[in-house]
């Protein structure tokens, strides 16, 4: 007969795997990091833009590949940043070169047909994806440059539909990718 955990033994074992995990994240910041990055898609999408962000509470391998690293790189969640017909590989690190960090970053180009730079080393071949990161930790600025990578992205999304006159280009109206107006929400507050 195989052990298992019976339903009480996994709802103790998920709290308790949750308040080590919330501490942790505390920690470095993430909690408050996610919470700005939410803000900063709301306020995007509040302007009418199409965007859309899918988060993981874990990374995918390419996730890595973002950070440019000579050390230790720990990036406990990533996700998919949609713009319009774009997917942007998007993800969080917590530690880049073995020294704490809160760095976003996100994929140049659109990760189904993503640009790596390769290099060699002792015969081994190592990638890394075009990116551009985000320092939360030390600027300030960091979302709002953020949201201004995601305006440039969509700008390029809507000229492109724009100029779609058969219609042509994809399964999307053109309607879906130009900005829509904006609803009045309270501006944030810091």
């Known amino acids: ?66 950070f440019e690293n000579n050390g230790s790189l720990v990036v406990p969640v990533s996700g998919i940043l949609r713009v319009g017909d774009i997917h942007v590989l998007l993800a969080i690190a917590t530690q880049v070169s073995s020294e704490p960090a809160l760095v976003l970053a996100i994929s140049r180009f659109d990760i189904r047909f993503h640009g790596t730079q390769a290099t060699t080393k002792d015969g081994r071949i190592t990638n890394r994806i075009r990116s551009d990161s985000f320092d939360l930790k030390n600027d300030p600025e960091a979302l709002v440059k ?13 000229e492109v539909a724009r100029n779609d006159v058969a219609h042509a280009f994809g399964d999307r109206p053109a309607r879906d990718v130009l900005p829509k107006p904006a609803r009045k929400r309270p501006p944030n507050t810091p």
């Open 146 to 158: 953020f949201q201004q990578a995601v305006i440039t992205s969509c700008v390029r999304s809507a």
């Open 1 to 66: 007969m195989h052990k298992r955990l019976p339903p009480d033994g996994i709802r103790d074992a998920f709290n308790a795997k949750q308040e080590k995990l919330r501490k942790e994240w505390e920690t470095y910041g993430l909690p408050a990091a996610l919470r700005g990055l939410s803000d900063a898609i709301a306020d995007i999408r509040e302007a009418g833009l199409d965007v859309s962000l899918t988060m993981e509470g874990d990374a995918s391998e390419m996730a890595f590949e973002l």
